[in-house]
């Protein structure tokens, strides 16, 4: 089990490597750079910069040398000093910059899983030992509806409904007095009571996935002679249901971990942009616009590990579960 | 399920077994059979399809063109059509629209609708109207659908800011958004194919190397990858190079799902006894591959792929309704709920949200297709 865990996060080093240069690939892929991207932007306020001073700019962050030794600065930076870089655009260090989105980024994904679980699971099972009910209908129509709304469309629709009907306006995830403010019990008060619509909206696809695939495993397991045998032994039917089948067909919910933190994560960047979130997506756009590039290159790496370490941890969970999977 | 399964309905024992019965139908045939059980993807099929012949034949059958506007019907709201009406000269309509009253508010500058019902338009079928190339090629200005009199209002969904009809937009719209996701698939699958085949049947190093990039690809966010190389794509070039690569960029990540059912598939099959047979009766290599492997899975790669084009859809959706995606002058359904972006037009104009109604439908149809597909993919299991 050790070895099998340790190996695993062995291998996840020289993946996040890969990826860190694909991420510094992809950032810098936009012809120019940030200073292009600066004079353009002020360009366009009528301002200019006297070509010293841009040339000057370009000396301090490193443009003129070849992509290979800037990537090789900032991964050094990264691994022996935890230093992200600085972004442009802020004029702060990235590092500062992660952290604070990050946390809400979290928040928003871990409340959202909760949700989505606690609701899928009831379902799931009601829709397959109900099957071609009503109910089981319902669900299933609903699932699909889940699936097929993007969530942006959601996010616009409901932020739509409420500013029209319940008067109340449903960006952002705290009120204006609490925006700034440092953590206390009443921030927290504030941010559930903004926490509702970003974990309706990013839930609902991942929720109609789950149910149908709760559905789908739970139908194949109540064929099984076990089921038959547990009937026959006189367990009355919600143990039977809640002992055998039920905890066999939870192997793809934990599976399923893996990889619905990075859909969450990727849900989130744009229903976050259209709620104006204070999480990682709004700030990663602006970032990639600007060229801001240490600043969109880390939230990619940082987004990219966030995913390895879920793949990781629902492989565990799983290994956990059922004894029947062996550690390879 | 009220109709009775058809592999389970036992033949009279005095009669012939009839030559059209299961027991003898090919695959192809008992998949068929399985599918038109299914009723709810029998009904998507066919609305896939109808999706797709509007995507063909888009110009003709939006009222006007995609860059048409009009000033003064700057979001004017939708009409609804109604039934038998007589115009200003008499002459008496199947179907027609009321005209719009509208009036400019002095200080906002904002435009107010009203119904006039005293105005009729006619509307009909086959009607002139704005001049177009269809499919590019042959000039004609006929419409399937529009108003009797060239430049009278018509909007079913409503008009824009710039006073565009939006139904004819959404139209226009299917073309671009249904046609990335087959092409986004056409271009997955053909690299899942190829790599999935290499690594499930080569083995040794290079499928090491396939398995290696492919989680690899797994691993890295989708939405955050997409936005940081659609960001890539220069804002000057030509729209259709700019489709191209959206569509290069949503198969990037799509391939690798094909590849590894493939890899699944043939690593399954290589040991099954009809391809022993099918080495020791003497067939090549090939002959092996792409008679007899393949197409013992090609339903079940039909099936994923379809499921595999809502992806798509939905990610062009969201990468262009971020700004990111395809842009203006392209015409694509992400493209016009853009227009609905800002919640203060949206909330004046809740109509731009109609686009989105074209999306639904679309991906709830192609899933439920699949879903079918899935289910009759392996017409031999129970």
Known sequence: MLTYILRRILFMVPVTLAISLVAFIIIQLPPGDFITALTAQMAENNETLDPETLAALRDRYGFDQPMIVQYWKWITGIVFRGDFGQSFEWSRPVADLIWDRLGLTLIVSFATLVFVWVLAFPIGIYSAVRQYSWGDYIATFFGFIGLAVPNFLLALVLMYLSSRYLGASVGGLFSAEYVNADWSWGRVVDLLNHLWVPVIVLGTGGTAALIRIMRANLLDELKKPYVELARARGLSETRLLLKYPVRVALNPFISTLGWILPTLVSGAVVTAIVLSLPTSGPLLLNALFAQDMYLAGGFILLLSILTLIGTLVSDLLLAWLDPRIRYE | ?382
Not at chain 2, 44 to 71: C, R
Not at chain 2, 171 to 182: A, Y
Not at chain 2, 218 to 238: D, E, F, Q, R, V
Request: aromatic share 12%; charged share 15%; proline share 6%.
């Open chain 2, 1 to 382: 399920m009220s109709e009775l399964p058809v592999l389970e309905r036992e033949l009279p024992a005095d009669r012939p077994a009839d030559p059209k019965s299961t027991a003898v139908a090919g695959q192809w045939r008992l998949i068929w059979l399985r599918f038109k059980r299914h009723r709810l993807a029998l009904w998507s099929g066919a609305i896939v399809l109808l999706i797709y012949f509007v995507a063909v034949f888009s110009d003709f059958i939006a009222p006007t063109t995609a860059g048409y506007y009009n000033a003064d019907y700057t979001y004017a709201p939708p009409q609804r059509i109604r039934l038998w009406g007589e115009d200003a000269e008499g002459q008496r309509h199947l179907l027609f629209v009321y005209g719009y009253e509208a009036s400019v508010d002095p200080i906002a500058l904002t435009r107010t609708y009203e119904i006039n019902e005293d105005e009729v338009i006619g509307i009909g079928f086959f009607v002139r109207g704005e001049p177009y190339r269809f499919w590019g090629l042959f000039p004609t200005d006929i419409h399937l659908i529009g108003p009797t009199e060239v430049g009278q209002p018509f909007y079913l969904f409503g008009a824009d800011r710039l006073g565009r009809d939006v139904f004819s937009r959404t139209v226009h719209g299917t073309r671009v958004s249904m046609s990335i996701g087959l092409i986004g698939v056409a271009i997955s699958l053909a690299l899942g194919i190829l790599l999935g085949g290499v690594s499930g049947l080569a083995g040794g190093w290079l499928d090491e190397v396939i398995q290696r990039v492919i989680e690899f690809l797994k691993s890295i966010p989708t939405i955050p990858l997409w936005m940081g190389l659609a960001a890539a794509i220069p804002l000057n070039i030509h729209p259709l190079i700019v489709y191209f690569w959206i569509t290069v960029i949503l198969s990037l990540i799509g391939w690798t799902d094909i590849a590894r059912i493939v890899r699944g598939r043939f690593l399954a099959l290589k040991t099954e006894d009809f391809v022993t047979a099918a080495r020791l009766d003497g067939c090549g290599q090939q002959r092996i591959i792409w008679r007899h492997m393949v197409p013992s899975f090609m339903s079940h790669l039909i099936a994923s792929t379809t499921l595999a084009i809502p992806a798509m859809i939905l990610a062009e959706t969201a990468l262009s309704f971020l700004g990111i995606g395809l842009r203006p002058p392209v015409v694509s359904w992400g493209v016009l709920l853009k227009e609905a972006q800002s919640i203060l037009a949206v909330a004046n104009a809740p109509w731009l949200f109609l686009p989105g109604l074209a999306v639904i439908v679309a991906v709830l149809a192609l899933n439920f297709l699949g879903d079918g597909l899935r289910d009759a993919s392996d017409p031999y299991g129970n």
